[in-house]
């Protein structure tokens, strides 16, 4: 049986320093900006800045990872004589995982004895990166690869995706929304309460009125959907708003005694799609 490395892509929200100290390595979706044509790799650019430029009305456009991105991940691994289980951002979302999946066939004549096994997380942003980390503690636990990768996909249809947005112009621009509701909601302050489906899309649930009640309602999610509210794990990520992650946070720990197991920012990849003052709150729920 060979050593296996857990690889992600930075879909997943989870900053290199921490996915380091995970043992996690990770392949790079792209952003590009559209005034002036330059490409980033998602982790080449500060989230502060970033959400900066787009307040000041820049556009990001944003490239999933190919499959030679993918391959001189792999090889890296593959070279050392490790197996590989990889996790993709959803592909609901991205064809990320397509490219993956794509690298992982072209791969399996020329490492015959390895074993690359792709999964869909049907995650985004630190929900993804939840996931993950799930998986290290599975391997850390000494977990086969094999056991991994079904206790990846017994836990994927219960991942609770939870978000609201400050802007929908955002969402709009994406044609997640109608230009028509966009200026409704603006003008009447009324925030979208979001969240990912089974098919790793993003869907409204509901609508409330103001920001601080679009924070309540996620956290009221956790109350009423974790599968262990006053013992499980959750994950919060933002585009650069930390206060109303702490509010959110404190929100939970009120009720549950919990703190947050990771906080932080929405990358520029996701974030480019949902916009500055994006909160989100992922846990594993009871259905």
Not at 58 to 77: D, H, I, M, W, Y
Not at 103 to 131: F, N, T
Not at 199 to 223: E, T
Not at 241 to 262: P, R, Y
């Amino acid at each position: 049986m060979n050593p296996y490395t857990i690889i992600t892509d930075s879909g997943c929200d989870i900053d290199i320093a921490t996915l380091d100290q995970w043992g996690v390595k990770c392949a790079d979706l792209t952003v590009r900006n559209v005034e002036d044509s330059r490409m980033y790799l998602n982790r080449e650019i500060k989230p502060e800045k970033f959400y900066t430029q787009m307040r000041e009305g820049l556009v990001f456009q944003t490239s999933a990872v190919n499959p030679e991105g993918f391959k001189r991940v792999f090889c890296e691994e593959l070279e050392l004589g490790n197996d590989i289980i990889c996790f993709c951002v959803s592909s609901g979302i991205s064809t990320t995982y397509q490219s993956a999946e794509i690298a992982a066939m072209d791969l399996a004549d020329q490492y015959p004895d390895r074993k690359i096994i792709i999964v869909d997380s049907l995650c985004a942003s630190e929900g993804e990166g939840l996931l993950v980390y799930l998986a290290v503690e599975k391997k850390k636990a000494g977990a086969t690869i094999e056991e991994v990768e079904a206790y990846a996909k017994e836990t994927i249809p219960v991942l609770s995706h939870w978000f609201t947005v400050d802007d929908l112009k955002y969402l709009k621009r994406g044609g997640r929304i109608s230009p028509t509701a966009a200026f409704a909601a603006t003008v009447l302050d009324i925030k979208p309460v979001m969240h990912v489906d089974d098919d790793g899309k993003l869907v409204g649930v509901s609508k409330v009125r103001g920001r601080r009640q679009a924070i309540k309602s996620i956290a009221d999610k956790y109350s009423e959907m974790a599968a262990d509210p006053d013992n499980g794990i959750y994950f919060i990520s933002h585009g650069d708003c930390a206060g109303d992650a702490a509010i959110l946070e404190s929100m939970i720990e009120e009720k549950h005694g919990q703190k947050a197991a990771h906080i932080g920012y929405v990358g520029p990849v996701i974030g480019a799609h949902s916009g500055p003052g994006t909160l989100a709150l992922f846990f594993v729920g009871k259905r």
